[in-house]
């Protein structure tokens, strides 16, 4: 079965409410005959409004990061059962944003990414190398290292309900997006690696993040390994999103 298009906005630390809600209106109009998946990853404080806004449409709504526990002594942090509750149903984890600013770590997703499972809440799990080890060859090292590391709980048969984000960080909000053979490349290797781990690889949504724009969204997606995009800055322009859930066809 081919893979069905996952397009995500991840919002950051973006939009109050009420911005939440104005992209909303204006966003469900333009893509209400869209057949993609489309996932709208709001801060925290707006994602009951961006519930609340998409009910009765195909639009998704996911968190951009959550704790592994149910609840406890976590000041600061939220959990899968809160997400749910809000009728959340996906979890971006592990952004490198959150890696490198807040010490996100690979044994914490190791537990983040099961748990997420468990709650029945769809992990976009984002791996990506630096510029540094891609300038030093080690692109394939480092993508290998982070999902053998990051999955590691998740069972075989179960691989194929995590999306994962193929996010080279020089290229989040550089404005300098991969090159089509760069995203091919490794969104196949990621690829080879999933099926390594023994999952059904062909059924695993492998998205590329890293400056998508509407003009270049269309050479992105239609590459045979890339199957979505995890947009940042053109997912806070409803018309611009708009434009690349439908460059996904
Ligand atoms: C991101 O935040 O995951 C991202 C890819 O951002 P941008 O599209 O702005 O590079």
New binding site residues.
């Given amino acids: 079965m081919p893979r069905t298009p996952y397009i995500a906005a ?1 919002w ?1 630390m973006n939009k109050t409410v009420a911005e939440a809600a104005e992209f909303v209106d204006a966003l469900l109009p333009r893509i209400a005959a869209t057949q993609n998946d489309v996932v709208i990853c709001p801060p925290f404080t707006a994602l009951s409004e961006v519930v609340q806004r998409r009910y009765g449409t195909a639009v998704k709504v996911a968190a951009q990061n959550m704790h592994e526990e149910e609840s406890g002594a976590f000041t600061g942090e939220i959990s899968a059962p809160m997400l749910v509750e809000l009728d959340v149903e996906a979890v971006v984890l592990g ?3 959150r890696r490198q600013f807040f010490g996100e770590t690979d044994e914490a997703l190791a537990r983040k990414v099961p748990a997420a499972l468990a709650a029945d809440l769809e992990p976009i799990l ?1 791996v990506g190398e630096s510029e540094a080890a891609r300038d030093g060859g080690e692109t394939e090292e480092v993508l290998e290292r982070q999902l053998q590391a990051d999955l590691a709980g998740v069972e075989p048969t179960d691989l194929a309900r995590v999306v994962i ?1 193929y ?1 080279p960080i020089w ?4 404005g300098r997006a991969a090159t089509p053979e760069q995203a091919q490349e490794a969104c196949a290797y990621i690829r080879d690696v999933i099926r390594l781990r023994g999952g059904v690889a062909d059924d695993v949504r492998v998205l590329y ?4 724009k509407p003009a270049s969204a269309a050479e992105l997606l239609a590459l045979p390994d890339v199957d979505g995009a ?6 806070l322009d409803p018309e611009d999103f708009a434009a690349i859930v439908e460059a996904a066809g």
């Fill in positions: 991840n950051k952004h490198s944003e984002c984000a996010e290229a989040i909000g550089t993040g890293g400056s998508v995890l947009v940042g800055g053109a997912a």
